[in-house]
């Protein structure tokens, strides 16, 4: 099968991974592990503390490897359960959501037709190494990626130039095969924004239709990893 792109640099979270079902399942079983109320509202809490963490690291505010204990110190002080270890409980969530790795539907099959057709595949992330590579390792994908590069093993993170330029040089890219490398993400601040900045085109994967900016040169966009597929694969693009 004939195919626009030799190089396909692949997100992992709600791109190939669902990981808000990991996430879920993790944060329960730790919440029991620390014997706090595994019920929706201390998860909602966690989430949030969370992802206000995130947010920050993404913005450039918070180092990586503060990471992990902020969320968990925010966590507790929401719950007033600050004499618990924040470290132990973040290598503790870290590890079971290594053991987590539910895929989205269609991924396996999406990443199957693309090794099938030529192309290496590539996983570019901005998780955390001990959860992304054991999702990774425990998936039937283990043996279609090439590669994992991880914020947290790069020192940097997307959309900085830096962590592509890493990628880059590490997988010895020419100009001439960056041209033929595409990046497909679900986010646009990290994913899109990232690989516009690194010169690539790009397939934002707009699971929930929202309004495409204007400001940003996506080249693709697709609501489903079929369509994606089909942006990659062939020289008609899918209606």
Known sequence: MPRRYDLVLLDADRTLFDFDRSEHEAVLRLLRRFQLPADRETEALYLRENQAVWDAFDRGELAQEALGRERFARFLRAVGREELDAEEMNRAYVAMLGELPYLLPGALAFCRALYDAGCHLVIVTNGLTAAQTGRLGR????PLIERMYISEQLGCQK????FFELVFADLGL???ARRRAVLVGDSLTTDISGGIRAGLDTVWLNWKGQKVPKEMDITYIADNLDKVRS???TDTLPG
């Open 231 to 233: 942006i990659i694969l």
């Open 159 to 162: 959309p900085e130039l830096r």
């Open 139 to 142: 998936s039937p994908l283990a």
């Open 174 to 176: 020419t100009e001439a």
